[in-house]
């Protein structure tokens, strides 16, 4: 049961005075509000939590890339649909192509997107959305390695990179690696200092087919050959990922492929860790007004798929086959009735 991991804090205000009682031994806090005659409880259960990846994009924002970074911001809702019914525990990170400002630092007002992040759908497309003003000369590899090494890691970026989480790594450019760090040794460095390859992915949208550019998908200067062949040739050496195409002819369904492929399977299913106790409820309950959910999950009252009422213990049982509705980490299950 959750006997152990469990507090109790009941919390009863009458007439703005706050009495507090506090037990060890049931995994609730009550509200009661007098005035009002309504309760609330809420039980603090641990969830089980899916597979771990951190997710690092690294976007070029240089003059050349508004209706990339449009197009992207288009398509990205499949991927923000897929994790919405996923069961990754996701942090999302922004970085840009500029080595002059802010070079590998985490961008956007909340520096990385987990599940918990208030409205992160909205917030993560806003971190996307970079701009074009960054310098012309772009840097990829050592931007890369900036974000999740000594010093950020520990300092602007904090939090981002856990040791046990999947890397995956996304590029985002109409150019290319031009000069400085070769991509043998920037994967040589990236596996070396910062993930084992088996903990890592590298996929990258860039220019991949010289023979298809046309006046509107062309290569910025800093592609020399027709492609990123710096670039595609690290993602070749990863051996983990994919070099996608910047001007597909069918981004839509190339979007579909690219979110498959990064975002994991769960081996098992969002539930409680335990099975939770029958919860007593507080006072003459009005029980035309119990209701039960977690998060935005509105659990149904229903002996076999949800809760019931026990009359003889004035008690909430949960059934064991509710269909748990995937919330943000540490979301609790909340009980509110009225009182009679």
């Given amino acids: ?43 603090d259960v641990e969830f089980t939590k899916g597979p771990q990846v951190d997710y690092l994009f690294l ?15 288009k398509n990205s809702e499949i991927l923000v649909d897929k994790l919405k019914s996923s069961f990754v525990d996701f942090h999302f990170g922004v970085i840009s192509s500029d080595s ?37 000369t772009e840097v990829f590899f050592e931007n890369t390695l900036l974000a ?9 970026n904090h939090g981002f990179l856990r040791p046990s989480a999947k890397l995956s790594l996304i590029y985002i450019t109409d150019g290319d690696q031009a000069d400085g760090m070769k991509p043998l040794e920037f994967a040589y460095r990236l ?9 890592l992915e590298f996929n990258a949208f860039v220019l991949t087919e010289s023979d298809r550019h046309s006046n509107s998908c062309l290569p910025d200067d800093s592609i020399r050959s027709g492609t990123a062949q710096n670039i595609i040739e690290a993602v070749r050496i990863i051996g983990r990922g994919k070099a996608y195409d910047l001007c597909s002819l069918d981004p839509e369904q190339q979007m579909f492929d690219f979110v498959e492929s990064i975002v994991p399977s769960a081996s098992t299913e969002y539930r409680p860790m335990e099975k939770i106790d029958n919860i007593e409820l507080v ?42 509705e995937i919330q943000a980490e540490g979301t609790p299950i909340n009980i509110n009735y009225e009182l009679l």
Avoid at 59 to 73: C, E, P, T
């Fill in 283 to 324: 006072g003459n309950v009005n029980l035309a007004t119990l209701k039960v959910s977690h998060g935005t999950q509105v659990i149904p009252n229903d002996q076999v798929l949800g809760w019931s009422y026990e009359s003889k213990s004035n008690s909430v049982v949960f059934s064991t086959d509710i269909a748990w």
């Fill in 59 to 73: 976007i070029d924002n240089s003059g050349s890339m508004y209706k990339y970074q449009q197009q992207w911001a």
């Fill in 191 to 199: 596996t070396s200092e910062v993930k084992a390859l088996d903990q």
């Fill in 100 to 136: 002059t400002v802010r070079a590998g630092e985490l961008l956007g007002e909340a520096k990385f997107i987990t599940a918990s992040t208030q409205d992160w759908p909205s917030k993560l497309k806003q971190n996307m959305n970079i701009g074009t003003e960054g310098n012309w």
């Fill in 148 to 156: 999740l090494t000594e010093p950020l890691v520990s300092g602007a």
């Fill in 1 to 43: 049961m959750f006997r152990k991991y469990a507090f109790l804090s009941l919390l009863i205000f009458i007439n703005s005075t706050l009495a507090v009682a506090k037990a060890a031994d049931q995994p609730v806090k009550i509200v009661k509000d007098s005035v009002n005659r309504k309760v609330t409880i809420h039980i």
